[in-house]
């Protein structure tokens, strides 16, 4: 198997069918209308990082501000998770985000499950013993060392889709295979039993700043997901 800084309170409630908006002025003099979430992203210091696609990064704060209107997150929760399986593993597809500051904290590899596919993910699974990547919404919960070393234990929010991750022992933790050391010799980075799993150096780092009730959330553009959960269709 597998920097922070405090909340200030920000207007990030989306709602699921039409959210608030703000107008800015483009260069042909007409104005356009941003969502909250667009403007936010666009407000985000991606720097030296891969950039999230502002599609999943919608999706992503749809989900976050829903958690947090069902109390399922505390109100000065302020930290966002992206892991976006639709990319490659060789690419960089963990953010960290501290949407107070608007900038990524961590921009890693991660890992998805043995039988969710070879480079790309491809297969999700809910299943116990599957081997395969469970999509969307989770809280993170507390830490402790197993077998693989300092890790983080996941509670999935998605009925169906990611609920049994506790049983299932999907958890963050640090993996040697996740390196770019591995991407050279096998041109994909190594995969979990279904834990998204970071580079040994970022597992502490990570873990530590994302701990205790806060939200990661594993995209693919998986239309029966995207229909189903209740945190994209509140």
């Known amino acids: 198997m597998i920097a922070t800084s405090f909340y200030k309170k920000t207007n990030l409630e989306v709602n699921s069918k039409k959210s608030l908006s703000t107008k800015i002025e483009k260069n042909s003099g007409k104005a356009t209308e941003l969502s909250e979430a667009e403007t936010l992203y666009h407000a985000i210091e991606f720097n030296n990082s891969n950039k999230l696609e502002l599609d999943v990064?919608?999706?992503?704060?749809?989900?976050?501000?829903n958690l947090k209107k069902a109390g399922k997150i505390d109100e000065n929760c302020h930290?966002?998770?992206?892991?976006?399986?639709?990319?490659?593993?060789?690419?960089?597809?963990?953010?960290?985000?501290?949407?107070?500051?608007?900038k990524i904290l961590f921009n890693s590899l991660v890992a998805h499950g043995k039988n969710t596919g070879e480079e790309f993910a491809r297969k999700f699974s809910n299943t116990e013993s599957s081997l395969q990547s469970s999509l969307g919404f989770y809280v993170t919960e507390s830490t402790y060392n197993g077998s693989n070393g300092f890790s983080l234990k996941?509670?999935?929010?998605?009925?169906?889709?990611?609920?049994?991750?506790?049983?299932?022992?999907?958890?963050?933790?640090?993996?040697?295979?996740?390196?770019?050391?591995?991407?050279?010799?096998?041109?994909?980075?190594?995969?979990?039993?279904?834990?998204?799993?970071v580079p040994t150096a970022?597992?502490?780092p990570i873990i530590n700043t994302i701990k205790d009730k806060n939200v990661i959330f594993i995209y693919y553009p998986d239309e029966n997901y995207l229909s189903s959960s209740v945190w994209l269709n509140a």
Not at 57 to 65: M, P
Not at 79 to 102: A, E, G, M, P
Not at 167 to 189: C, L, P, T, W
């Open 57 to 65: 990064f919608e999706k992503a704060i749809l989900g976050f501000n």
């Open 79 to 102: 930290l966002l998770t992206v892991c976006d399986f639709s990319l490659s593993s060789t690419q960089k597809r963990l953010w960290v985000i501290d949407l107070n500051d608007k």
């Open 154 to 197: 996941l509670h999935g929010m998605d009925k169906g889709f990611n609920d049994r991750a506790l049983q299932r022992a999907i958890v963050m933790h640090g993996a040697n295979y996740v390196s770019e050391d591995f991407i050279k010799s096998q041109r994909r980075i190594g995969r979990s039993w279904g834990c998204p799993a």
């Open 202 to 204: 970022l597992a502490k």
